[in-house]
């Protein structure tokens, strides 16, 4: 694995951007993932759409190897931990929970509907709608009309994508993060989330995730603003 080394622009910490969606904040040795989307494959399955099984557990095998790279104290979700409502797939993610020694903290997003009893029960500490430390906000969309404040932003929501060209006309949308001068966006940790292809402005860098490394694809991105999601 190559993960990216970052200084957000206005955050003033150091940030390690990994290849399966990660940022590993280094001052707090905190890790920050988004939109996990867990039990979305069985909640299609239950309305008659036959969605491949397992994308749920390959998740928490990734989110496993992330957290054993780093180390993190603390894991926050920043949002759409779990797609809708209870199913089946619960019960992997709270043994998941059960093997991890780290804190384990969900600021809850617009897909997390289950009671808050589940998340504690699970061990997840559950914040409000955003974290503050040392000045800068954790939220679940930080681009938002609802995200309010002046310091810089980190959050999910948008399931950013990247469109990159090779030779012949070759195509290829890869998950990204968007570093801009006020906040940044995750690319959702979740597996075949599908992406919103993002339209970069001059003041934001983009940094495409393959599957062994984060590439700074700053200016070589092409400005497709269309929903696939």
Same mark, same amino acid.
């Given at each position: 694995?190559?993960?990216?080394?970052?200084?957000?622009?206005?955050?003033?910490?150091?940030?390690?951007?990994?290849?399966?969606?990660?940022?590993?904040?280094?001052?707090?040795?905190?890790?920050?993932?988004?939109?996990?989307?867990?039990?979305?494959?069985?909640?299609? +399955?239950?309305?008659?759409?036959? $969605? /491949?099984?397992?994308?749920? #557990?390959?998740?928490? &095998?990734?989110? !496993?190897?992330?957290? %054993?790279?780093?180390?993190?104290?603390?894991?926050?979700?920043?949002?759409?931990?779990?797609?809708?409502?209870?199913?089946?797939?619960?019960?992997?993610?709270?043994?998941?929970?059960?093997?991890?020694?780290?804190?384990?903290?969900?600021?809850?997003?617009?897909?997390?509907?289950?009671?808050?009893? +589940?998340?504690?029960?699970?061990? $997840? /500490?559950?914040?409000?709608? #955003?974290?503050?430390? &040392?000045?800068? !906000?954790?939220?679940? %969309?930080?681009?938002?009309?609802?995200?309010?404040?002046?310091?810089?932003?980190?959050?999910?929501?948008?399931?950013?994508?990247?469109?990159?060209?090779?030779?012949?006309?070759?195509?290829?949308?890869?998950?990204?993060?968007?570093?801009?001068?006020?906040?940044?966006?995750?690319?959702?940790?979740?597996?075949?989330?599908?992406?919103?292809?993002?339209?970069?402005?001059?003041?934001?860098?983009?940094?495409?995730? !393959?599957?062994?490394?984060?590439?700074?694809?700053?200016?070589?991105?092409?400005?497709?603003?269309?929903?696939?999601?």
């Amino acid at each position: 694995m190559l993960p990216y080394d970052v200084q957000l622009h206005s955050a003033g910490g150091r940030f390690t951007m990994h290849p399966f969606g990660g940022l590993y904040w280094h001052e707090r040795n905190w890790l920050l993932v988004a939109d996990l989307h867990l039990g979305k494959a069985a909640h299609f +399955r239950k309305a008659g759409v036959p $969605l /491949r099984e397992g994308d749920d #557990q390959s998740t928490l &095998d990734r989110l !496993t190897r992330v957290m %054993d790279h780093f180390s993190p104290d603390r894991l926050l979700i920043l949002g759409d931990l779990f797609h809708s409502d209870l199913n089946r797939s619960w019960d992997g993610f709270v043994a998941w929970c059960r093997s991890r020694s780290e804190e384990l903290h969900l600021v809850p997003g617009n897909h997390d509907r289950l009671s808050e009893r +589940r998340y504690r029960d699970a061990g $997840l /500490r559950v914040q409000q709608e #955003q974290v503050v430390e &040392d000045g800068i !906000t954790l939220c679940h %969309d930080p681009v938002g009309t609802n995200s309010a404040g002046d310091g810089y932003r980190i959050g999910g929501h948008v399931h950013p994508g990247v469109v990159l060209t090779g030779t012949g006309q070759q195509r290829i949308t890869l998950p990204c993060f968007v570093v801009g001068s006020r906040s940044t966006l995750l690319p959702a940790f979740g597996l075949r989330q599908g992406l919103f292809r993002v339209r970069p402005t001059p003041l934001q860098r983009i940094f495409a995730c !393959t599957p062994t490394s984060v590439l700074d694809v700053t200016g070589v991105s092409i400005p497709i603003g269309s929903r696939t999601r």
